[in-house]
């Protein structure tokens, strides 16, 4: 069989084992035009036919994690972003660097899941939009070691340069991103 043949069949492979696979979209910046957003919206159009990118726009609307708010029943906002990770096979997290590290509503959006157990052992990537490729390691450290907390399968980890590879990074951030949650989907 030659290169491009296997190639081919590895792609058709890919793509058959990525039907109805869905990944949640989770922008760590509440600024309306942020890069991280563009990045989300760059990576909804990368994913293969069959598969589809949803982006979850609630973190916003999370109150601040206090486990006696439960006592009188779950938050609406908080049903909705647990429900959104549960039904999700991988998640794709685009996150700013915030004074060396992860934002607050982020952080308090993975506080409200580490009990209930919606990101628990999820495939998860990360990464950053930036200007340059040296900012935003902490943040993206940050975010791995609270990930942690859940037992998270991390793809990627690095910054994504703003410029000419931008949208070809996150392209081939995607493409890992759903190999390792095909091979995730076939362990269970």
């Known amino acids: 069989m030659t290169r491009t043949m296997e190639d081919n069949l590895r792609r058709c492979v890919h793509m058959h084992s990525a039907r109805d696979m869905r ?36 973190l916003r609307h999370l109150p601040h994690f206090n486990p ?24 794709l997290v685009a996150c ?11 952080k308090n959006g993975i506080d409200w899941v580490i009990g209930s157990g919606e990101l628990e052992q999820k495939v998860v990537a990360i990464t950053a939009a930036v200007p340059t490729p040296e900012r ?5 450290q940050a975010l791995r070691d609270t990930l942690s907390a859940v037992r998270a399968t991390l793809v990627g980890g ?19 991103l759903i190999e390792v949650a095909v091979a995730a989907r076939r362990e269970r």
Request: hydrophobic content about 45%; charged content about 20%.
């Open 136 to 140: 935003g390691r902490r943040g993206l």
């Open 23 to 58: 990944i949640l979209g989770v922008c760590g910046s509440l600024q309306a035009k942020s890069k991280n957003l563009s990045l989300l919206n760059v990576a909804a159009t990368s994913v293969p036919p069959g598969a589809r990118l949803v982006l979850f726009d609630g």
């Open 68 to 91: 006696d708010l439960e006592l009188s029943g779950v938050p609406d906002s908080v049903r909705l972003w647990r429900q959104a990770l549960a039904e999700s096979d991988a998640v």
């Open 158 to 176: 690095k910054p994504i340069p703003l410029g000419p590879e931008f949208e070809s990074r996150i392209a081939a951030l995607v493409r890992t």
């Open 96 to 106: 700013p660097e915030y004074g060396f590290s992860l934002p607050g509503a982020l």
